[in-house]
């Protein structure tokens, strides 16, 4: 445990490179080398892609790149003292301290704690100040371990009382010790705070809040403790739950009652946020309660004196509307229940789509017309005519057909959950069917779900007496959100919406020529822009939102399908191919990223292109987007088309035209190397080849 961090992982006063990604980099090479990562290729990429989530920078000069990796041997602490500093995006300025946190993939909640633990002496100014004085390597090491494993016996020579607690948990330190665990009891506190508000009711406010992070290890404990700190300096009562990888202490009932206000730091859900129904809450991304821990308590205090204040319902949007609070805009929040919707309706397009394929495949695609006779008058004594690959095509079609009727639903219902969270999955779902049942299609599902969602939002900010509390996520909002938005959908929205749809499946049918490559090349450019980003993402919620309308007679949703898919997979095949015929052009890491580009881009994984474009974006972007237009272009004019969503290469079975799919991506990706090629070669910075060298 106390060898998380050694000598040979410190680096003092080295210049490693000018930006973010270059400090990344080395330290990656210096886990490698230390022999506690299996691959520089696994670390890296998640590193860079937890870097490019939400910023690593907080106050006082330092940085706290982190990930968990299945690359990662064992938990690791790699640290660097730069010469100079780097930006990594805190407000106040470069990091000159970096901690580079390398967790394994199914790390231990013990070692989990030690990292929580370091992140969380970086906010302490006389430790950071003891690093930048450390003279070597091994003051370093020593430095850290003291973090990680405090003397107790110092402590109580140092004054602490006997009983006390270890003083990792009296400054907030320990893992959980922002929780509300301290030395007494929440319910103590709870008793002594209602007899100190019986006789003073000026009494200082009390508030609690939750931090939350994707990966959990280090701005998790960070704000807290930040947020913590701010409320002592400010004679705040703030206790904080962290909802972390290294495990998360609930707060207590008792002490959640008596708060006047609550704050979520969070770049995730909330888990059980029912707990704080009705209490007035503010919401930002779990960064800015390390950056600005006292404006986020003082809008607290402002929520909890402003009776119409936003309030927790248990819903996912319980944030002010306001951008600068949120930290997210109205039209990123409108993207992020769109996305959400989307991402969970796929793994019903997925598998109905693939298993109609295989019945077109097994039974020939006349089996639409006899399949439901087929599956309820037959079976494997009693084979129908065509036999057993008849019956069997018969199968798979109809199970894939009513998988993929749950498309328009799943679509309204994900998106009222992610408006809503669990009160609006029943009302999304109940539109989403009334969109299909009037032939609006996933127009109508996108509607149906934005207005079952925000209904279901709204009815949960009523202000009801506590006991009616525990009914309305369950039965009140469920049902009067039902009513209003199916209803809506019947008598209002749902017959215009269902003759756009019809005018819209005729538009795609009748795409031909230059207007359906047209079509392609512009989600073509979408899916090689940004690489799995919001861009991409558009065109691919496009795509597979469109799936089920596709049939025999209108095979444009399948065609866009497949342009979408094929265009995806041109940026990391053509990067695989460009190291290949110019290897100089490259660094060795760089051409490691190749070798795992090749099945990446075959699977249709966009994000294996992400290592060369984070390196060299102006050169890696544009070209990829020159090839994935041609391929885009290509597939819309020729009518391939693709029932499956996803796979690449491999659900080539679920294919129309399958060799001129083949033909797209291999011209889009060899364009695509070349340019990128050209561009390295001829739009060049003068240093441009020792940093080649020095990569």
């Known amino acids: 445990m106390s060898h998380l961090i050694t000598e040979e992982l410190v680096t003092l006063d080295k210049n490693l490179g000018t930006t973010s990604q270059d400090v990344i980099r080395q330290l990656t090479q210096v886990v490698l080398a230390s022999g506690r990562a299996s691959g520089f290729d696994g670390l890296y990429a998640d590193a860079v892609a937890r870097e490019q989530k939400t910023a690593t920078g907080v106050p006082g000069g330092i940085a706290i790149p982190h990930c968990r990796s299945t690359a990662v041997l064992e938990p690791t602490l790699a640290m660097a003292r730069l010469a100079p500093a780097v930006d990594f995006g805190a407000k106040d300025g470069p990091a000159d301290l970096v901690f580079f946190i390398a967790a394994p993939e199914g790390a231990d909640k013990e070692h989990l704690k030690l990292l929580s633990k370091l992140a969380r002496s970086l906010i302490k100014k006389d430790f950071t100040a003891s690093l930048r004085a450390a003279e070597s390597p091994a003051d370093i090491v020593a430095l850290v371990n003291g973090a990680l494993f405090p003397d107790e016996s110092a402590t109580a020579a140092a004054g602490a009382p006997a009983g006390s607690a270890p003083a990792g948990a009296a400054a907030g330190s320990g893992a959980g010790s922002t929780a509300g665990a301290g030395t007494a009891t929440a319910t103590e506190q709870h008793g002594r705070h209602a007899a100190a508000a019986a006789a003073d009711p000026n009494r200082p406010k009390s508030l609690v809040a939750v931090t939350a992070c994707p990966t959990g290890i280090a701005h998790t404990y960070m704000a807290a403790d930040s947020l913590v700190a701010a409320g002592k300096e400010a004679g705040i009562e703030v206790q904080v739950e962290t909802q972390g990888s290294a495990g998360a202490t609930p707060l207590d009932p008792a002490v959640i009652d008596r708060a006047d206000a609550v704050i979520f730091a969070v770049d995730v859900d909330v888990r059980e946020k029912e707990r704080f129904a009705g209490k007035p809450v503010i919401q930002s991304p779990v960064k800015r309660a390390i950056d600005e821990p006292d404006v986020m308590l003082r809008e607290a205090l402002a929520a909890a004196d402003d009776p119409n204040a936003r309030r927790v319902s248990g819903t996912a949007d319980v944030a002010s509307h306001q951008t600068g609070q949120t930290g997210e805009s109205i039209g990123a929040k409108l993207k992020r229940a769109l996305l959400t919707g989307v991402s969970y309706m796929i793994p019903f397009v997925a598998g109905g789509g693939l298993l109609i394929a295989l019945g077109f495949l097994l039974g020939g695609y006349a089996i639409t017309d ?163 980003g919001p861009v991409n993402k558009v065109a691919y919620a496009f795509a597979v939102a469109g799936l089920g309308a596709g049939s025999a007679d209108n095979q ?135 940093e080649t060298v020095a990569a």
């Open 370 to 532: 006899v399949a439901d006779t087929v599956v309820l008058e037959n079976n494997f004594g009693n084979l129908p005519d065509g036999g057993l690959l008849t019956y069997l095509g018969a199968v798979a079609f109809k199970i894939g057909a009513l998988s993929m009727a749950f498309l328009v639903p799943a679509l309204a219902g994900y998106i009222a959950y992610a408006i809503a969270d669990r009160p609006g999955i029943a009302p999304g779902f109940t539109a989403g069917a009334v969109a299909g049942f009037m032939g609006a299609g996933f127009l109508g599902g996108l509607v149906g779900g934005l207005l079952a969602g925000w209904i279901a939002h709204l009815i949960g900010q009523w202000s009801v007496p506590r006991w009616l509390r525990g009914l309305m996520p369950v039965v009140i909002i469920p049902l009067l959100a039902s009513i209003v938005a199916s209803g809506l959908m019947f008598l209002v929205l749902g017959g215009p919406i269902a003759g756009l749809t019809t005018a819209l499946n005729a538009w795609l049918s009748g795409l031909t020529g230059v207007s359906a490559a047209a079509l392609g090349i512009i989600l073509g450019l979408m899916m090689c822009f940004d690489l799995g």
């Open 556 to 690: 444009a949703p399948w065609m866009i399908m497949a342009t979408v898919m094929a265009a995806g997979m041109v940026p990391p095949l053509a990067m695989a191919l460009a190291t290949v015929l110019d290897r100089k052009r490259f660094s060795l890491a760089e051409r490691e990223n190749g070798k795992a580009a090749w099945l990446l881009g075959a699977a249709f994984i966009s994000e294996g292109a992400i290592p060369f474009a984070a390196a060299d974006p102006l050169r890696v972007i544009p070209a990829s987007m020159l090839g994935g237009a041609v391929t885009g272009a290509l597939t819309m004019a020729t009518g391939v088309t693709s029932q499956a969503p996803h796979g690449g290469i491999f659900v080539f079975f679920a294919m129309g035209n399958v060799v001129m799919f083949v033909v797209a991506v291999v011209v889009g990706a060899i364009i695509s190397a070349l340019a990128v090629l050209a561009l390295k070669r001829y739009a060049t910075k003068k240093t441009a080849p020792a």
